[in-house]
């Protein structure tokens, strides 16, 4: 019977010890888990943090390209506008010196007459 007794005390003793390191084991996994759950709420913390940066740089750059689109677009007008410029007075000297041309050969024409009637009296 005694050893009957010391089985089960010992078989009881083996249990509690069991019991203990497995509570332990728990404890220490439910630590660790712990630990992740707070490294993942982190993590996830700062990813909504870069996503909103990455927003508002995506949106910083829609307004650049709108900007820069607009630019080119003036830039496109004031060239063509340019371009029409330079060719109105272009055309507009042109047609001055076309006018002063004519009217120096018309002149010229006319003082070679003179020249001519003055050579035909002498």
């Known amino acids: 019977m005694k050893s009957v007794r010391l089985m089960v005390a ?3 003793v083996c249990f509690v010890v069991s019991l203990f390191a ?5 404890n220490t996994v439910e ?4 630990g992740d759950v707070r490294r993942h709420r982190l993590i996830a913390t700062e990813n909504n943090q870069l996503k909103g940066q990455l927003a508002e740089k995506d949106a910083t750059i829609a ?13 496109e ?14 055309e507009g000297m042109l047609g001055q010196t076309m006018d ?4 120096l050969q ?12 003055i050579k035909q009296a002498q």
Not at 106 to 117: D, F
């Open 31 to 34: 630590d660790s888990s712990v």
């Open 10 to 12: 010992f078989f009881a």
């Open 100 to 103: 002063m041309a004519a009217e």
């Open 106 to 117: 018309a002149e010229n024409a006319k003082l070679r007459a003179e020249i001519e009637a």
């Open 22 to 26: 497995g509570c332990e084991e728990a």
């Open 63 to 75: 307004k650049l390209e709108k900007q820069l689109e607009e630019c080119n677009d003036e830039q």
């Open 77 to 90: 007008a004031l060239r063509k506008r340019a371009d029409t410029q330079i060719k109105e007075n272009i």
